[in-house]
């Protein structure tokens, strides 16, 4: 499967432990996206990497939330001291460039609940 | 603030009619304008994507409608199909920054 790979595809965590979430764009992808999306609502766009570099992190929380994407191995979108707020579909989106006709494609996303 | 707005939230159409998605945006420097297609338990995926140098952009059943002036754009489904009931979502973006999404229609196509 040459797609954005995301796992867990679920993931329970009780109130204050922490929750890594992993991204394997696709295949000659260098550019990766997080975004949160809550039920009955659109894409919320959190933080976006290249590698070894975070390039827009506007869109994330300044406390408790952090994103890498290292050399090698796959994105990473960490929550510490989760909390119930936290509970939402987390989805990873890669490309190989920015704008013009570089689309994003999405993996199918890691459905958090905290407990 | 709301830079992709859409409209509206939820559609109901019968089997074989038309499907009218509305979006509307701020930012003229937007460059690049995808729609998504998310069913539930997926990701959204890329339907069709249109650039502002041009008014119309059809592939197979769906089409892009882009109105440079009205800073406007939707999506059209003709004869549409119980299978394309899911979620639509539009976006835009500028060359070298983030994808700006609407906040999604619901889509539900009766038989």
């Known amino acids: 499967n040459a797609g954005v790979m995301q796992n867990p595809r679920h993931l329970v965590r009780r109130r204050g432990q922490e929750a890594r979430l992993r991204c394997s764009p696709m295949?000659?992808?260098?550019?990766v996206y997080w975004y949160r999306q809550l039920p009955e609502e659109g894409l919320k766009f959190m933080v976006y990497l290249q590698k070894e570099n975070i390039i827009d992190e506007s869109g994330m929380p300044k406390e408790r939330f952090s994103a890498e994407f290292p050399k090698e191995g796959p994105s990473i979108l960490r929550i510490q001291q989760v909390v119930r707020g936290d509970s939402a579909a987390y989805f990873c989106?890669?490309?190989?460039?920015?704008?013009?006709?570089?689309?994003?494609?999405f993996g199918d996303g890691t459905r958090l609940s905290i407990l | 603030q709301q830079q992709v707005k859409q409209s509206p939230q939820s559609l109901i159409v019968q089997k074989g009619g038309i499907s009218i998605i509305n979006c509307a945006y701020e930012?003229?420097?937007?460059?690049?304008f995808p729609w998504y297609q998310q069913f539930p338990g997926k990701g959204p995926a890329l339907l069709i994507a249109?650039?502002?140098?041009?008014s119309e952009k059809k592939e197979g059943r769906f089409t892009i409608s882009f109105n440079k002036s009205a800073k406007q754009f939707s999506l059209h489904i003709m004869d549409s199909q119980p299978g394309d009931s899911a979620t639509y979502f539009c976006?835009?973006?500028?060359?070298?920054?983030?994808?700006?999404f609407g906040t999604g229609t619901s889509l539900t196509v009766i038989p």
């Open positions: 989106a890669s490309s190989s460039g920015t704008g013009g006709m570089k689309p994003q494609h």
């Open positions: 249109i650039r502002p140098d041009v």
């Open positions: 930012n003229t420097a937007f460059d690049y």
């Open positions: 295949k000659g992808h260098s550019h």
């Open positions: 976006a835009a973006t500028t060359t070298g920054n983030q994808f700006y």
